[in-house]
């Protein structure tokens, strides 16, 4: 059975940093487009970052740009999420998801596989 698990998360100071590991077992990687999601409470999920089954393409969305950094390591069938300089408004339960295909995507409803999430807490 396909599985995704995160680790990583955690208290941070603003201005400091995380990095987020999210393997993938019961499947190998390659076949797969992945990205990084967030909800905080009150808030709809929304899409951090992706990156393509080939690793060529990655995306942030705009509040992250700069900050956030995506990989995968295909031979680890493990993606990361290096997080620097955080913020309050970094604060959320972290999930990473994969899809089947090429292309990576910010929109929740085109992964099928999602992890139990990590929460990331960035305060003083």
């Known amino acids: 059975q396909m599985q995704l698990v995160e680790s990583g998360g955690g208290l941070v100071q603003p201005g400091g940093s995380l990095r987020l590991s999210c393997e993938l077992s019961g499947s190998t990687l390659h076949d797969y487009a992945l990205g990084w999601f967030r909800q905080a409470p009150g808030k709809e999920r929304e899409g951090v970052s992706c990156?393509?089954?080939?690793?060529?393409?990655?995306r942030y969305v705009d509040s992250v740009k700069g900050r956030f950094t995506i990989s995968r390591d295909n031979a680890k069938n493990t993606v990361y999420l290096q997080m620097n300089s955080l913020k309050p408004e970094d604060t959320a339960v972290y999930y990473c998801?994969?899809?089947?295909?090429?292309?990576?995507?910010?929109?929740?409803?085109?992964?099928?596989?999602w992890g139990q999430g990590t929460q990331v807490l960035v305060s003083s």
């Open positions: 998801a994969a899809r089947s295909g090429l292309r990576c995507s910010h929109d929740a409803s085109d992964y099928t596989t």
């Open positions: 990156v393509s089954r080939t690793g060529v393409v990655t």
